[in-house]
């Protein structure tokens, strides 16, 4: 692999891109006020979906998971965005705010993920040192950060593209050096618990990722925004053949984790998986197509957390976006074996407590909501130290839900008048 052939080649691809987005989205009119189709609609609902979770926990799943683990990151994914669609259109018109702690954690979890993933990119693919490359990505960050764009993120096209791209010829490529036969006789000499369908852990992580996309999708305020420009005509089929587009990501890239355990590469970290493999059997093609994708949607990504909202907001909020990054940035160096996928089900613990709240607020006041998040909270918490962290969630997700729903009931009782919407 000639590493200085990769890094021009990588720099020149992300250019390219970077140019055509400029052209593509220089002329477009605000984006809030577009009113979208289904191609439109459907790529818009892409943009929000595919991120660094599908090509790095995806792959960690299957890995640690195997093909339970594999098959139920996207059949999570399918079902909740399905299940979310449902639930914003019985919302009709009625608009919800995010407190503004949550939209501090929501950034927080993104901005810890894309340093975490930027610094992976930089010591695997680059041969940078951790330490300075968690340092290199925070300065970066903060250059975003300083820059301040002022519209918000329409970069989705450029980026389902590549994904799309990325989905079909990495393991293309990987299986042109690695025979599928040869995959199936390694895993099955070496790693048979990948094959089993018996697996309690695997099915429990599988309940836990259910609430945790549903979970993720209620409290981004982007798919409410995304829902309303599609044109109703379209809606329902645009949240329909987007999960499905996105499911063949997770399904195809966690192929990947087969490959390395047939052929006995051992990550450190479990989800740098995905960039090993294409590094040893990609191609300096293969290498280069996953590095410009991931940089990219680490950019756009970094670009709607720290840049979106008026100008006004932005220079007001300026100090936290700032926090936020130094805060992702001593996390990193605090827990150096922290993965993606932990980062997810950790955060997950706080969106199974508060998604109930998002499901019934408008009939609770902001106390009941905040009291019973904390115990659900509390309670996942407890089950995650005496038992597993995806079973904390579901119990979290569990007992949040049950006290939210009785307090529904009992105020619906209480005004005089007792019905099910």
Aim: one cysteine or more; aromatic letters at 12%.
């Amino acid at each position: 692999m000639n590493l200085d052939n990769i890094q021009w080649l990588t720099l020149f691809s992300l250019v390219a891109c970077l140019l055509v987005i400029y052209v593509t989205e220089r002329n477009r009119a605000k984006w809030e006020e577009e009113s979208l189709g289904l191609g439109k609609g459907g790529v818009a609902l892409l943009g929000q979906w595919i991120g660094l979770y599908a090509f790095l926990a995806s792959s960690q799943v299957s890995y640690q998971y195997g093909i339970i683990g594999m098959v139920g990151y996207s059949a999570a994914g399918i079902v909740s965005f399905l299940f979310v669609y449902l639930w914003i259109g019985k919302e009709k018109k009625r608009r919800v705010q995010s407190p503004q702690l949550l939209t501090i954690l929501y950034r927080l979890e993104g901005t810890l993920v894309a340093l975490m993933a930027g610094k992976m990119i930089l010591h695997l693919v680059y041969e940078v040192n951790t330490l300075l490359s968690i340092g290199l990505v925070t300065v970066f960050f903060w250059l975003i950060l300083l820059i301040r764009f002022n519209k918000p993120n329409r970069t989705s096209f450029v980026i389902v593209i590549l994904s799309m791209a990325s989905t079909v010829l990495l393991p293309t490529l990987v299986y042109l050096k690695v025979s599928v036969p040869t995959v199936y006789s390694g895993v099955k000499f070496l790693a048979t618990d990948m094959l089993r369908l018996d697996s309690p852990t695997s099915w429990v992580l599988t309940a836990a990722l259910l609430i945790r996309f549903t979970s993720h999708s209620l409290v981004n305020p982007h798919i409410r925004t995304i829902y309303r420009q599609i044109k109703e005509t379209r809606r329902g089929l645009s949240f329909s053949l987007a999960p499905l587009i996105w499911a063949f990501l997770p399904l195809s890239i966690g192929t990947l984790s087969f490959v390395a355990k047939a052929e006995a590469v051992w990550p450190v970290f479990a989800d740098e998986v995905s960039i090993l493999i294409v590094s040893h059997f990609g191609g300096q093609l293969g290498i280069v197509l996953f590095t410009v994708t991931l940089i990219l949607i680490l950019l756009v990504t970094m670009a709607r957390y720290l840049s979106e909202g008026t100008e006004a907001a932005q220079a007001t909020d300026l100090l936290t976006r700032a926090l936020i990054i130094l805060v992702s940035a001593f996390v990193a160096l605090l827990f150096p074996h922290l993965t993606i996928l932990d980062t997810m089900l950790v955060f997950a613990l706080i969106w199974a407590a508060v998604a109930p709240a998002v499901l019934w607020g408008r009939e609770l006041n902001g106390i009941s909501a905040l009291v019973t998040a904390a115990i659900g909270l509390g309670t996942g918490i407890y089950y995650t130290i005496h038992a597993s962290l995806a079973l904390g969630i579901i119990i979290d997700f569990a007992v949040s839900f049950s006290i939210m729903g009785l307090l529904s009931i009992f105020m619906k009782r209480e005004k005089g008048g007792f019905w099910l919407e």
